[in-house]
């Protein structure tokens, strides 16, 4: 898994509650990426980011932000919670250019009541 | 239309046969292609990257690409009981920020 975390696991939440999802990475990498994905639609990425405090908005975004304060954590934010934001999240790293291939985490598994 | 089409499945195969898994694309700048395999309530991981047109082998599995039909493929030789999961096909353009997935084809290979 690269040395990719993500937490919590599992997380149950209700709807317009805020949720924050944190993937950490041990080596340094500078791409980081957040994904969801679901039933017939694949992995779609929400956001992505290049660099401590360079992001940018994936095909997925609205309802999400992002943060990256430290190379080693990037954070998936839902502001409000709704229940189209049931999913499952994972984390990804590019060891090399962004385009290279792509290493994820465990994923998140998140239900909005 | 989806820029990246894979077929869903389910694909049922008995232990030891070949399996052929395919996607279909329709931007001709993709010039990285991967395919990453996935177990039930895991992330997905990587299994083959191939770099433009070409076959690749690593032990039972090759990728082929074919960029003058947009199509790439994954073999499974042999194929084992521990190789159910779902495989995604992947490819991306050089130069930008993005992979497209396909939305993975499920394999159960039966004992």
């Known amino acids: 898994d690269a040395g990719i975390t993500q937490s919590p696991r599992h997380k149950v939440t209700e709807t317009g509650t805020p949720v924050t999802l944190r993937c950490h990475q041990t080596?340094?990498?500078?791409?980081m990426y957040w994904y969801r994905q679901d039933p017939g639609h694949g992995l779609r990425l929400i956001h992505y980011?290049?660099?401590?405090?360079?992001?940018d908005k994936g095909e997925v975004s609205d309802g999400y932000s992002v943060s990256r304060s430290k190379t080693e954590d990037f954070l998936l934010t839902l502001e409000s919670a709704t229940s189209s934001q049931t999913s499952v999240y994972f984390c990804a790293i590019s060891v090399e250019r962004s385009t290279d291939t792509q290493y994820f985490g465990p994923g998140t598994r998140l239900t909005v009541l | 239309q989806k820029e990246v089409e894979q077929d869903p499945g389910p694909l049922s195969v008995p232990e030891g046969a070949i399996v052929s898994l395919n996607c279909t694309y329709s931007?001709?700048?993709?010039?990285?292609f991967m395919w990453y395999r996935q177990y039930s309530r895991k992330g997905p991981e990587l299994l083959m990257y191939?770099?433009?047109?070409g076959n690749k082998e690593d032990g039972r599995f090759t990728a082929q690409v074919d960029k003058s039909s947009k199509y790439i493929s994954l073999f499974i030789r042999d194929s084992q009981p521990s190789d159910s999961a779902t495989y995604l096909c992947a490819m991306s353009v050089e130069g930008y920020q993005k992979v497209t997935f396909g939305t993975g084809t499920k394999l159960q290979v039966i004992p």
């Open positions: 931007n001709s700048a993709f010039q990285y």
């Open positions: 080596e340094n990498h500078r791409y």
């Open positions: 191939t770099y433009s047109s």
């Open positions: 980011s290049y660099g401590v405090k360079d992001t």
